[in-house]
């Protein structure tokens, strides 16, 4: 079964729209729209998507998919020297974008070399009559955030898309009766392969709000809402929009930890314990918590989704216990997992073990009965001080714990005497340095406390609102 296989059966059957930043399409409409865009790119070698919160970015991406051109969604706000590494190193052949931005794109979009075919949500074709593209091929090619270099290629089959997309679907009892709610961006897993091609396969109508703000989250009246921490902590910090979502079925989080009082507040306005599950680019969503699972907890993402397996190794690359307290490093394998990234065979063997596991680069711990968390990256969240292996995760918890903190990020800094001392950046009113300490202290223990705290105004983000701690110190 391919992975449209749904819009194109029920395209004429089932008119609910795909409504994007308050413009909408019927399905069959998209699927005349985005046939109409596959003609006109087929037999290119990649294409790439200039993804807008736009309903054109969702018929260009759908147009490609059809045609059978792997897609390369590029962060609308690209600057020069990432969007011309982008067009490079995927081959992308040809650069979609909506008829009313084309003309407004200039530098460096324009001088990239690579012609500009413009998308229009009310143009329509015939869908091609050939053979459905093999879901062996390349789906898409996604780019990671590029924190450790240059952003690298991920290769994404249609097959591992729609193992990931059923499997998700199962565990979140979504159906063609929900509505998915969302304003996350067109351009990574989250927003773009579970929240818009998720909608399209598993039938659901989807509105995404184009800016994801609580009054738009409020008003679209949705059963089922995707999010990351930046949204729900603001939708939590307006009581009258977070009260309006009490009548959805499931409010899910991720791209980032959840903190456990924005889970807590979520869960006093709404009435729900939000799910929060895990992925990455490279090997799409995971792990996840499910809908039927009522003993949902903050920091808690849940076991492995159907066809996936997970396995935490110490520093030797021996298993680690599952004991609900030893840190390990993840490994995952299964459906959804990519075989290698772009053009870089050597950061794709470094990242593969002798025995086909990838690993992920994250710290966990998993309870005896297969219940992940998540401590954070081991380049940057797993700090070895005074002997001690520890969690960046836990300590920023305990930080936002305290009512006086908004914001908090935990790295590790080197320390003659300690090897690494631990260094809290917060956002915060009317707390001092060594309350924040002692906090810590009494909440977790004397080793875990930072030895320093310093104060900001705002923690440096990307699009997906992850702390970028390689911007702190």
Not at 287 to 292: L, Q, T
Not at 308 to 337: F, H, K, N
Request: with cysteine; glycine share 12%.
């Amino acid at each position: 079964m391919d992975l449209l296989s749904s819009l194109r059966a029920d395209a004429s059957e089932r008119p609910e729209s795909v409504c994007v930043a308050g413009e909408g399409l019927s399905r069959g409409d998209l699927l005349a729209a985005a046939g109409a865009v596959a003609r006109r790119i087929a037999g290119a070698p990649a294409a790439a998507v200039h993804a807008s919160p736009s309903l054109s970015t969702v018929v260009g991406v759908v147009g490609g998919l059809l045609a059978g051109v792997p897609v390369v969604p590029i962060a609308p706000d690209s600057g020069a020297s990432e969007l011309g590494h982008v067009l490079r190193d995927s081959g992308a052949a040809v650069l979609l974008a909506g008829a009313d931005e084309a003309d407004s794109l200039g530098s460096p979009w324009l001088e990239g070399g690579v012609p500009l075919v413009p998308v229009s949500p009310a143009e329509r074709g015939e869908v091609p009559s050939g053979p459905v593209p093999s879901e062996q091929a390349t789906a898409l090619i996604l780019y990671t955030s590029g924190t450790t270099g240059v952003p690298k290629g991920v290769p994404v089959t249609g097959e591992a898309i729609a193992a990931d997309l059923d499997a998700l679907a199962e565990a979140w009892a979504w159906t063609e009766d929900d509505t998915l709610v969302h304003g996350l961006p067109l351009f990574h897993v989250h927003g773009l392969v579970l929240g818009m091609l998720g909608a399209l396969r598993t039938g659901s109508r989807l509105v995404h709000t184009g800016r994801p703000t609580p009054q738009e989250y409020a008003k679209a009246a949705g059963s089922l809402y995707f999010g990351v921490p930046t949204i729900w902590s603001r939708l939590c910090a307006d009581a009258s929009a977070a009260t309006a979502l009490s009548g959805a079925r499931l409010l899910v989080s991720g791209s980032a930890a959840l903190p456990a009082p924005v889970f807590a507040r979520l869960h006093e306005l709404t009435g729900h314990k939000p799910a929060e599950r895990y992925g990455m680019t490279e090997t799409l969503i995971t792990v996840a918590v499910r809908a039927d699972d009522a003993n949902r907890r903050p920091g808690v993402v849940g076991r492995p989704l159907a066809g996936i397996e997970t396995r935490l190794v110490d520093d030797a690359g021996e298993p680690a216990a599952w004991d609900g307290a030893t840190v390990g490093g993840l490994q995952v394998r299964g459906a959804t997992v990519f075989d290698g990234y772009l053009r870089r065979p050597d950061a794709t063997a470094e990242s593969f073990t002798d025995d086909g596991w990838f690993r992920t680069g994250d710290m966990a711990v998993l309870e005896p009965d297969g219940t992940h968390r998540i401590v954070g990256r081991a380049s940057t969240d797993l700090i070895k001080s005074g002997g001690y292996r520890i969690g960046a995760g836990e300590i920023e918890n305990a930080l936002l714990g305290h009512s006086g903190v908004r914001e908090a990020a935990v790295v590790g800094v080197p320390d003659e005497d300690l090897g690494q001392r631990i260094v809290a950046y917060v956002v915060a009113e009317g707390v001092a340095e060594p309350e924040l300490i002692d906090h810590v202290a009494r909440e977790l223990s004397a080793h875990k406390r930072p030895r320093a705290v310093v104060f900001l105004d705002a923690l440096p983000r990307n699009a997906m609102g992850k702390v970028r701690k390689d911007q702190l110190g």
